[in-house]
């Protein structure tokens, strides 16, 4: 029998020129985005002073099936796509496992990650607009990154307020981001009103996404006119662009002639499960194929396995719209000792809404045991993960074993997000044994929940 | 007219199997190593203590052409190669130049660079014969990093030693090795004679990869014959491994129709360049074509362009075989903010003899030019270069301003051998006006040259 080869990269030519939205397939939609101080849906009208006019009509546009890519951001994609789908030989046999096993494999760009599948567009947009520039928060920094490099290409501007406790744990990240000519401010800051107002209140904090976001999301809505605000997971922008992941991925699987039994992504926000799963999810709601969809987070911030389904701001100031997902609270800040990003307080309403119905199930980690799962691979495929993937490759490496007590050999495939170079602090903590893990207790998490907001549409959580 | 892609990705089956000798091409064969007691050339027998066997066959065969690269060794290429040949689209507009730029990026590994493709086989040998590990050197870390992925895949013990000021300017190279399971101690060393015989002649040294070499064979040959010395670059079995590089350039540019006009390299020990050149040399040496190849070293290590053509040792302490090289005397250390790689005192006995009959180019860049190049690059082509590739980057943008004074629509093709990603602290000195340049006075030089031995093929020089 011919080997499968180690790899399928489509050609340009089969790169897909559009992407895809998942609600489109949905028989039940997410509940809608609402306007804090009203309580009705937001419309474009309410999103224009933060978003881009055409990212705001994509995060509010359930019908249209398929997005025409622009050609500019073609362009982009053409200099790093399609990315490798990659069958871990080496794995598999380490592993002893009957299970195929492939990842789609976003490392191969200056971002380290998937990131800049949505970063080009954002930036693209925002240009298109005649905006001089961009705000946004970065985490672990490869959004901010990510948004750094299509920021210069696009000529504009683009203001990166990045966690403090990232910001002080990755300097060569910020110096990344200033070769592409980015500003990055540690979050929070005192350059913005929300960032002051969290610091009077919690003077030690180590920032969270949250706090990040609203300050990015004001210091855009404050500026002369010419900036606007963009994010780098969550939203159904973000969603939509990250589906050429998901559609590559069909697309080189279909040229093997397999099709995943079990799709597994790391899950913070969801930007890259929401891409990876996008096409399988659409033939799983419409009946055509079956395939298990599982989403691992780590234990120190399960918005997932422990959140509550709810409406929520998206950021820890409160400036943003209420969205209706899993969440731990806007006021939830996970322990610094957390390595990696997949530290949002909440994850993408259309991942919530399909975990919530069902389609989607959900595991969870800790850092050190995803940490040895993220050596284990480095040492058989080469390749240096990134914490954040490391989940999604800890989740693998389980569904893989489980199939080598029952001897079925399922297909696997995983999402590996991108690269870990940015994180050998955290690497040589795990080595040299001092990595510790946290679960959050129910009281830590009581704390975070007392942080939802308080509206009619809550009673009931 | 079709726009030509924006890479060229050649598909698993279009990967060479074979490398190509460029040796086989020359007519004149350059001068044999030769044993530092008796003068008299190598042979495989004087070099089993120090290299795999495979290998020293490899390193004294001149004549066999091709060699079959080992289904192991495929096996592991194919996780990350071929490697892309991408069209600069970008930086052409941006320099406004009629030239048509390509390179050949070799970033897309965890080495970050084309490292792995020597180490891999290099790995694979040592495995083949019973070894139970291997002792190197690293500069910037790049090879140190592939030689310990490689290493982990096949089981084997990496011992690195690291040139001190990189292994300080550096220390997540050295996290990264350590992820992979390799050893690394900072060169020179007081684990070694040669290294305790360095520090007490030089105390406060910062280190050369010629002292890091005199480490790594001492403890390879003194080693309880279970390993043996390996080396990324110089030696003609790494010319070999590399050309891997440019048959797969070749082989894309063929698909495109386009021969390049001139061929840039970024040149230290030369693996690079030599890997790159190699087809595209044996073309010219056999009057097919006639392309210009160009090396591009840096100002302040500038073998090529200031070197004397002599024999001298490989390295520092005086261990090695002597190679007629273009060398600035194995007792030659750079300065110590030279940042980056390309800091080997000598070059391939290849490349040297193809340089110094006049086949090949060399020019000289200062670093702060260099950088330059690297930020312009990355805003224009979204990939954050390693230092040492951006001294391609800069050549290859001074022949592409060439085209536009005289209106010509050359074709270059550069060799982008690497990622900066390990280099932040270099490109924050740069950011913010700290980094200096440095070229050696011909006094500074004069040190270096007096190193040379005093052998009868020394005396006319």
Redesign the interface.
């Known amino acids: 029998m011919k080997k499968t ?3 399928v ?1 489509l ?3 089969q790169m897909p020129r559009q992407w895809f939205n998942m609600r489109s397939a949905m028989k039940e939609q997410p509940d809608p985005m609402l306007r804090p101080d009203t309580l009705q849906p937001v419309t474009e009208a309410d999103l224009a002073p933060i978003f881009c006019e055409e990212l705001a009509r994509q995060e509010l546009d359930a019908t249209q099936a398929y997005t025409d890519i622009p050609e500019p951001v073609l ?2 994609y ?3 796509r399609p990315s490798p789908l ?1 069958r871990a ?2 794995l598999e046999k380490a592993l002893g496992t009957p299970a195929r096993i492939y990842f789609k494999y976003e490392g ?3 971002s ?1 990650s998937h990131k ?1 599948n949505s970063a080009v567009p954002q930036a693209y947009y925002a240009k298109q607009q005649g905006l001089s520039g961009v705000t946004t928060e970065t985490g672990a920094g490869q959004w901010g990154t990510a948004l750094s ?1 299509a920021c ?2 696009f000529d504009l501007s683009c203001d990166v307020y990045m966690v403090k406790c990232s910001y002080e744990q990755k ?2 990240r910020r ?2 981001m ?4 980015a500003d990055v401010t540690p979050s929070p800051s005192m350059t913005t009103e929300a960032g002051r107002k969290i610091l009077a209140e919690n003077p030690g904090t180590s920032g969270s996404l949250g706090c990040a976001i609203s300050e990015a999301v004001e210091s855009a809505v404050g500026s002369a006119g010419g900036k606007r605000y963009v994010l780098g997971s969550v939203l159904n922008q973000v969603m939509l662009h990250q589906s050429i992941i998901g559609l590559e991925s069909k697309l080189a699987m279909e040229q093997l002639g397999e099709y995943p039994d079990v799709v597994v992504g790391c899950a913070g926000g969801g930007s890259n499960l929401g891409g990876l799963i996008a096409p399988f999810m659409a033939d799983k709601l419409q009946g055509k194929k079956n395939p298990r969809i599982v989403a691992v987070e780590p234990a120190s911030c399960p918005s997932l396995t422990r959140g509550k389904y709810a409406y929520d701001f998206c950021d820890t100031g409160k400036v943003t719209p209420l969205a209706r997902m899993y969440t731990l609270g806007s006021g939830f800040i996970p322990a610094p000792n957390h390595a990696g990003g997949l530290r949002y307080h909440g994850m993408s309403p259309i991942l919530s809404k399909l975990y919530h119905d069902g389609y989607m199930e959900a595991v969870s980690y800790q850092q050190t045991q995803v940490f040895e799962a993220a ?1 284990f691979f ?7 993960p990134a914490p954040e993937s490391s989940h999604a490759i800890k989740g693998a490496i389980d569904e893989a074993l489980k199939c080598k007590e029952t001897g079925e050999e399922k297909t696997i495939l995983f999402g590996l997000t991108g ?1 870990g ?2 994180d ?2 955290a ?2 903590n795990y ?1 040299s044994g001092k990595m510790t893990d946290y679960i959050p207790t129910d009281e830590d998490l009581q704390k975070g929940f007392d942080s939802l907001p308080k509206i009619p549409q809550n009673e009931n959580i």
Request: glycine residues 4%.
């Open positions: 080869p180690h790899k990269i050609t340009e030519d362009d982009i053409k200099m790093y990659i030989y080496d191969n760009n200056t380290g800049l490099v210069a290409y300097p060569f110096a990344m200033n070769v592409f000519g050596v480095a040492k058989h495929e080469t390749i240096l690269t170079f940015f050998m602090t690497y040589e080595l």
